[in-house]
């Protein structure tokens, strides 16, 4: 498993956010593999509300023409999202909606349907994000067309099971994230995208 570019965003703005800690284990394990990671904290990338009008008058944000940039030069995409109400987190839903507007090099199918997609979450309930990642796996899926990964990471009472070194210590998700990985390890091998980051992001 070597030469494999995955971009791990992690999904969340809050300082203490459990869901950067998610995806600093995520970048952790995936470098372990061999694998060449681009860390993207969504936190350093501020983005408006997604507004149409916004959109006409103004255009696309530079930083969303950054992320799809960082989306589309990378074979893999780990995302951790917060869940919020059952659903996908706004922070993450709303840079999914302005990266999804642009249109120049390659547009939609650059970004969501070239990389293989990964999703993880963490909260401090018990279901660990289940159910928002449902709701983010069908935006991803059925809204913009992204082949993503049946295996998701969730950890749940997150607070607990990752420790103050930033370790998954509960094996429930240490399994789940052994699965993950091994899966994106398959897909990519397979993988026919000449995708290669660049400095979109740095
Ligand atoms: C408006 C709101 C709704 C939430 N809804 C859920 C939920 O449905 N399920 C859940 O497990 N946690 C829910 N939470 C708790 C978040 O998962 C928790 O705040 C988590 O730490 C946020 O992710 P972060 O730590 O990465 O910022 C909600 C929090 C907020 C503020």
């Known amino acids: 498993m070597t030469g494999k570019n995955i ?5 969340s703005t809050r300082r203490e956010s459990l869901n950067r800690k998610l995806a600093s284990a995520v970048a952790t394990q995936l470098i372990g593999k061999g694998m060449h990671v681009t860390f993207l904290d969504i936190a350093e990338h501020d983005l ?3 507004n149409g009008d916004l959109e006409v008058q103004h255009g ?3 930083t969303a023409h950054r992320l799809h940039e960082a ?3 990378h074979q893999g995409v780990f995302i951790a999202s ?3 109400n059952a659903n ?8 999914i909606a302005w990266v999804s507007r642009v249109q120049k090099d390659g547009g939609i199918q650059s970004a969501f349907g070239n990389p293989v997609y990964a999703l993880g979450s963490a909260s401090p309930g018990g279901f660990g994000g289940y159910r928002g990642l449902m709701a983010l796996r069908n935006m991803l899926e059925l809204g913009l067309g992204a082949r993503v990964l049946p295996a998701m990471v969730t950890v749940g009472m997150a607070h607990e099971a990752i420790n ?3 370790q998954i210590i509960s094996p429930m998700p240490r399994q789940m994230l ?3 990985v091994s899966q994106l390890d398959e897909a990519l091998a397979h993988c026919v995208t000449n995708n290669s980051p660049t400095s979109a992001i740095a």
């Open 164 to 166: 103050e070194h930033g």
């Open 88 to 95: 996908v987190s706004p922070i993450v839903s709303n840079a």
């Open 60 to 62: 696309i944000p530079d």
């Open 71 to 73: 989306f589309r030069t």
């Open 7 to 11: 971009l791990v965003l992690a999904g």
């Open 82 to 84: 917060p869940e919020y």
């Open 48 to 50: 408006p509300l997604y």
């Open 178 to 180: 052994d699965r993950l």
